[in-house]
């Protein structure tokens, strides 16, 4: 009899490697950086330990110093005063405010930076939903708001945007936002759809950097059950179908099944965004002396890819970066 021993596999690190299946790679990472108004400002986020949100300014030193490290993709989200909001999320069109200006001055210094724009209504307004909400009933008013996320993606591909992504899980968002890019002839701008964004209790950190929890009610009339696999499948074939790119599945780490079934079933690239919820959980550890929180960094991004990721939204980015520049 022929005695199967697995652990030869195992037995020296040079083994380990040649056989590893999954391998982490700085060109597998996009980093989320937040924006705010002023100059010389750079505000750590409590919730989010080594997170600032920056102005201009220092947002674009913070970005070389991304770049240097060979980070080559940034999402950008905009944090914005409480007088710049309204019901309607107008302040997302204004192209001399905050997040429009950013996306042209960053794509203007780093025209070789990859940078992916946030679409939604949160950032923008006074009720702090993704979509419009009705007076009347405080429904979210799904059709109604497919106009504004059209015209908010046409805005930021004008401004210099790569990727747009539409995190506001309305119904036919993606096939509104292909069509209005489209027509205004940017056909070669991506979508990476948001397409199994669950209402997830994982993004209380992200919520304060920008301040733009609901003022009312919460967000499971249009962001998905955490209960649910095979609607994230029936998401999936509907992005697909209306045009998005790139899938994404939010949060990460408690969703790895589903970045699996996605990876299997669909036929586009999977992104993973590990989200502040997750961020923050390790760092609060790591602080505690808990956990050792570089192994455990990469053991988490790794699982992301061992399910199937294609692209991972980390904040954990410039950490990982240092650590490949330590071992080159």
Same mark, same amino acid.
């Given at each position: 009899?022929? +005695?199967?021993?697995?652990?030869?596999?195992?037995?020296?690190?040079?083994?380990?490697?040649?056989?590893?299946?999954?391998?982490?790679? +700085?060109?597998?990472?996009?980093?989320?950086?937040?924006?705010?108004?002023?100059?010389?400002?750079?505000?750590?986020? &409590?919730?989010?330990?080594?997170?600032?949100?920056?102005?201009?300014?220092?947002?674009?030193?913070?970005?070389?110093?991304?770049?240097?490290?060979?980070?080559?993709?940034?999402?950008?989200?905009?944090?914005?005063?409480e007088s710049r909001k309204d019901k309607w999320a107008k302040e997302s069109l204004n192209t001399d405010g905050l997040y429009l200006t950013t996306l042209k001055e960053v794509k203007k210094?780093?025209?070789?930076?990859?940078?992916?724009?946030?679409?939604?209504?949160?950032? !923008?307004?006074?009720?702090?939903?993704?979509?419009?909400?009705?007076?009347?009933? @405080?429904?979210?008013?799904?059709?109604?708001?497919?106009?504004? +996320? &059209?015209?908010?993606s046409i805005a930021q591909a004008k401004a210099g945007a790569d990727i747009i992504g539409p995190s506001d899980m309305m119904d036919g968002r993606v096939r509104a936002i292909r069509e209005g890019l489209e027509r205004e002839n940017y056909k070669n701008t991506l979508i990476m759809s948001y397409t199994a964004k669950y209402a997830s209790h994982f993004y209380g950190p992200f919520r304060d950097a920008l301040d733009s929890a609901p003022k009312k009610?919460?967000?499971? &009339? !249009?962001?998905?059950?955490? $209960?649910?696999?095979r609607e994230a499948l029936r998401e999936a074939q509907l992005d697909t179908e209306e045009?998005?790119?790139?899938?994404?599945?939010?949060? @990460?780490l408690a969703y790895l099944d589903i970045i699996s079934e996605l990876k299997?079933? @669909?036929?586009?690239?999977?992104?993973? !965004?590990?989200?502040?919820?997750?961020? $923050?959980?390790?760092?609060?550890?790591?602080?505690?002396?808990? +956990?050792?929180?570089?192994?455990?960094?990469?053991?988490?991004? &790794?699982?992301?890819?061992?399910a199937g990721s294609d692209i991972i939204l980390t904040y954990f980015a410039k950490d990982m970066a240092r650590l490949f520049r330590e071992k080159i």
């Open positions: 009899m022929i +005695l199967n021993r697995p652990r030869r596999n195992r037995s020296h690190e040079v083994i380990r490697s040649m056989v590893r299946e999954n391998r982490l790679d +700085l060109s597998d990472l996009l980093a989320p950086l937040f924006v705010l108004e002023g100059e010389n400002k750079k505000i750590e986020i &409590t919730s989010m330990p080594g997170q600032y949100r920056f102005s201009l300014d220092l947002l674009l030193e913070e970005i070389k110093e991304l770049y240097e490290l060979g980070i080559r993709s940034v999402a950008i989200f905009p944090a914005l005063e210094i780093f025209p070789e930076l990859i940078v992916m724009s946030d679409v939604a209504m949160d950032p !923008y307004s006074s009720d702090g939903h993704d979509g419009l909400v009705c007076d009347d009933t @405080g429904e979210i008013l799904n059709d109604e708001t497919l106009s504004i +996320l &059209t015209e908010m009610g919460d967000k499971k &009339t !249009y962001q998905m059950d955490y $209960a649910n696999s045009g998005a790119d790139i899938l994404m599945v939010k949060p @990460g299997k079933k @669909g036929q586009l690239p999977i992104a993973a !965004y590990n989200v502040s919820g997750e961020y $923050a959980m390790i760092k609060a550890a790591a602080e505690k002396g808990w +956990l050792d929180e570089q192994k455990v960094m990469v053991e988490m991004l &790794t699982s992301f890819k061992r």
